[in-house]
C-alpha cells in the first residue's frame, strides 16, 4: 500500500502543480485579454483621431487650395489677354509690312492663262495649230491672227500645261492682300 499510497502523492502533486501552472496561465491570460481590450481602443481612438486630423486638414487646406486656383485663374485670363493684345498688334504689323511689299511690286497687276485650243478651233482656222507664242521671262505674248499680229505684256502668263496648284502659287499672295482690306 506505501506503493500507491506513494503514487497516489505523486498524482497529487502534479495535479497541484497542474492548478498551480493553470492558474498562472489564466492569470496571465487575463493580463492579456485586458491589454488586449485597452489596446482596440487605443486603436479606435487612434482611427477617430486620424480621421478628424484628415478632415481637419481638408478644412484647413481648402482655402489655401481656393486662393491658389483663383490666381491661376487670373494669371491665366491676364495672360490670355496679353497674347490676345500681342497677336492682334502682330498681325497688323505682318498685314503692313506685307501690303508694303504688294505696293512695291504694284498695286495693279495683270495676270494671264491661256486656254487649250479647242478642236473646232482648230479646224474652223485651217488647221492653225499654234496660233499664240510667248516670250520666255519678258511676260509678252504675241497672237498671230491671219496676217495681223498683237503683242500683250502681262505680268505673268500661265501656258495651257498650267496646273492650278501653279497658278495660286503665284496670286495666293495678292488674294491675300485682298483679304486682309
Known amino acids: 500500500m506505501s506503493q500507491a499510497h506513494a503514487h497516489s502523492d505523486r498524482l ?6 497542474a492548478q498551480s501552472q493553470l492558474h498562472t496561465f489564466k492569470t496571465a491570460l487575463g493580463k492579456t485579454v485586458t491589454e488586449l481590450s485597452r489596446s482596440k ?7 477617430r483621431d486620424q480621421d478628424g486630423i484628415g478632415e481637419r486638414l481638408v478644412e484647413e487646406l481648402r482655402p489655401l487650395f481656393q486662393t491658389r486656383v483663383k490666381s491661376l485663374q487670373d494669371a491665366n485670363r491676364n495672360g490670355r ?7 492682334e498688334k502682330e498681325s497688323a504689323l505682318r498685314r503692313k509690312y506685307f501690303n508694303q ?10 495676270y494671264c492663262r491661256v486656254r487649250p485650243i479647242l478642236e473646232k478651233e482648230t479646224k474652223s482656222r485651217g488647221g492653225c ?4 507664242t510667248y516670250t520666255k ?17 502681262f505680268e505673268q502668263i500661265f501656258k495651257p500645261s498650267s496646273t492650278q496648284p501653279q ?6 499672295d495678292l488674294v491675300l492682300s485682298v483679304l486682309d482690306g
Open 41 to 47: 481602443r487605443t486603436l479606435a481612438q487612434v482611427k
Open 137 to 153: 521671262g519678258e511676260g509678252t505674248l504675241t497672237l498671230t491672227q491671219d496676217t495681223r499680229v498683237k503683242t500683250f505684256e
Open 167 to 172: 497658278v495660286f502659287a503665284e496670286v495666293s
Open 81 to 87: 489677354k496679353s497674347l490676345l493684345a500681342k497677336l
Open 12 to 17: 497529487f502533486q502534479a495535479v497541484s502543480h
Open 129 to 132: 495649230g499654234e496660233c499664240l
Open 101 to 110: 511689299v504688294q505696293e512695291l511690286k504694284g498695286n495693279i497687276r495683270v
